[in-house]
């Protein structure tokens, strides 16, 4: 069981930065994808970014990959998205979200087993103007 408060909702210019935090609380020692995915009206589901919470390589979709960054710091249990070069179309409801077992490194298949099998969290609004 994995519980994940997200924080750093913000309204910001086009070419301008934010960074999402997520604190994730782990009820058992085990092996979890952690990740973010963002859901715009009209616009399908899609998964951003994820990495293991053990560490190691983080995948990013090709949408963001070059401006956004996932990170983790084990000894908060904090999960960060720092996003640059924010967009309009990066206008979105933003959750951390996490699914048992390792990544594979599809963003995709990440989003589908998190969403539908894991647990995210309550979703944070992230606008771009």
């Known amino acids: 069981h994995v519980q994940l408060v997200e924080s750093g909702r913000g309204s910001v210019q086009a070419g301008g930065s934010l960074t999402l935090s997520c604190a994730v609380s782990y009820s058992s020692y085990a092996t979890w994808c952690i990740g973010w995915i963002r859901q715009a009206p009209g616009k399908e589901r899609e998964g951003l970014a994820s990495?293991?919470?053990?560490?190691?390589?983080?995948y990013y979709a090709d949408s963001v990959k070059g401006r956004f960054t996932i990170s983790q710091d084990g000894a908060s249990n904090t999960l960060y998205l720092q996003m640059n070069s924010l967009q309009p179309e990066d206008t979105a409801m933003y959750y951390c979200?996490?699914?048992?077992?390792?990544?594979?490194?599809?963003?995709?298949?990440?989003?589908?087993?998190?969403?539908?099998?894991?647990?995210r969290g309550q979703g944070t609004q992230v606008t771009v103007s």
């Open positions: 979200a996490a699914h048992g077992g390792y990544c594979t490194g599809d963003l995709q298949q990440y989003a589908k087993e998190a969403w539908d099998f894991g647990y």
């Open positions: 990495m293991s919470n053990m560490g190691g390589n983080s």
